[in-house]
T-cell receptor, first 115, second 115 residues
Framework: DADVTQTPRNRITKTGKRIMLECSQT?????MYWYRQDPGLGLRLIYY???????NKGEISDGYSVSRQAQAKFSLSLESAIPNQTALYFC??????????????FGEGSRLTVL | AQSVTQLDSQVPVFEEAPVELRCNYS??????LFWYVQYPNQGLQLLLK??????LVESINGFEAEFNKSQTSFHLRKPSVHISDTAEYFC?????????????FGGGTRVLVKP
């Protein structure tokens, strides 16, 4: 089983619908992230959480919200989806700093299409 | 603020030929640098990283990257590529400290290895 699991893997929805992407991890990491990937733009950070009580906006948080339900679970919501939110979304985790500094562990991605 | 520029969006290369993927970054403070690889239909995984010490870092599958502070570059090279190296490669930077594992990614370079 994957260490970082994202559901759903693929979703097609309509403009205005509410969507939730879920992420769970078995790595025991405190830190979790949501990124979106768009061709030519690489990955951009939407939200991140360094522990259950810590939620922070990334560079492109408008139109998104998150919930850290437990150390192992971090969900991303689109309250009212719009077509330019069509993208590949990745959840990632990391341990604290030190030798593993910078090493993110990614899920396999959730492809979202908003019509 | 930090940013990463990957100068080539696509690099076609023949099998057993060398390849170089260029990455330049901008940051006003010391940085940690990374290369991640994304194989088709998968999440990203760490290829190699520079935190400190020797400016030449290597991966287990034959890639190497050299940190050049004066040129603010971290180019990735492999002397002889295989078909299995077909993937998208992302350069990323963080300055550690309070930024923790909050990485900024480049736009990606897609490598297509031809037989």
């Amino acid at each position: 089983d994957a260490d970082v699991t994202q559901t759903p893997r693929n979703r097609i929805t309509k403009t205005g619908k509410r969507i939730m992407l879920e992420c769970s991890q078995t790595k025991g990491h405190d830190r979790m992230y949501w990124y979106r990937q768009d061709p030519g733009l690489g990955l951009r950070l939407i939200y991140y959480s360094f522990d259950v009580k810590d939620i922070n906006k990334g560079e492109i948080s408008d139109g998104y919200s998150v919930s850290r339900q437990a150390q192992a679970k971090f969900s991303l919501s689109l309250e009212s989806a719009i077509p330019n939110q069509t993208a590949l979304y990745f959840c990632a985790t990391s341990d604290r700093q030190g030798k593993l500094a910078g090493e993110l562990f990614f899920g396999e991605g959730s492809r979202l299409t908003v019509l | 603020a930090q940013s990463v520029t990957q100068l080539d969006s696509q690099v076609p290369v023949f099998e057993e030929a060398p390849v170089e993927l260029r990455c330049n970054y901008s940051s006003s403070v010391s940085v940690y640098l990374f290369w991640y690889v994304q194989y088709p239909n998968q999440g990203l995984q760490l290829l190699l990283k520079y935190l400190s010490g020797s400016t030449l870092v290597e991966s287990i599958n034959g890639f190497e990257a050299e940190f050049n502070k004066s040129q603010t570059s971290f180019h990735l090279r492999k002397p002889s590529v295989h078909i299995s190296d077909t993937a998208e490669y992302f350069c990323a930077v963080t300055h550690g400290g309070a930024a923790g594992n909050k990485l900024t990614f480049g736009g990606g370079t897609r490598v297509l290895v031809k037989p």
